[in-house]
C-alpha cells in the first residue's frame, strides 16, 4: 500500500508536535516528524534503537552527546544506541524530517 501523510493516522506526540507511522515493524520504524516553531524533543537516548534523521523541511539544531550544530533541509545525522540527542527547530516555520528507527522504538528503551 502506497502511504503518505495524507493517508495514514496522525500522532501528537508532544503539544504541537506530530508524527505519521509510514513503516512499523518490530525491527523497523519510519516516521514522519513535525515540530513547530522553537519546539524541540526532549535530551534522551535509547539503549537498543539506532536512530536516522533526515531533515525534509526547516532548520534545526541538533544535540548529539555534548555537541550541538546545525541541520538543515536535506541533510542528516545518525545516532547510535545509548547517545544522548536532541533536535529544536531553529526556524520561523514548522520542520518536518524523517526518522527511522532500528529496531523500533519501545516506551521501555527510553531514557533521559
Not at 57 to 69: H, N, P, R, T, V
Not at 85 to 109: R, W, Y
Request: neutral net charge; proline residues 4%; glycine residues 4%.
Amino acid at each position: 500500500m502506497k502511504k503518505s501523510r495524507s493517508n495514514v493516522p496522525r500522532v501528537e506526540w508532544a503539544k504541537g508536535h506530530f508524527s505519521w507511522q509510514l513503516v512499523e515493524k518490530n525491527e523497523l520504524s519510519i516516521k514522519i516528524e513535525e515540530i513547530p516553531p522553537l519546539g524541540q524533543s526532549e535530551i534522551h537516548y535509547h539503549a537498543k534503537s539506532f536512530q536516522f534523521f533526515f531533515l525534509l523541511q526547516g532548520e534545526a539544531s541538533f544535540l548529539l552527546a555534548k555537541d550541538s550544530f546545525p541541520l538543515k533541509e536535506h541533510e542528516s545525522v545518525e545516532v547510535s544506541q545509548k547517545r544522548r540527542h536532541q533536535i529544536k527547530n531553529t526556524g520561523e516555520d514548522k520542520c518536518l524530517f524523517l526518522l527511522v528507527s532500528l529496531p523500533k522504538v519501545q516506551e521501555a528503551d527510553i531514557f533521559d
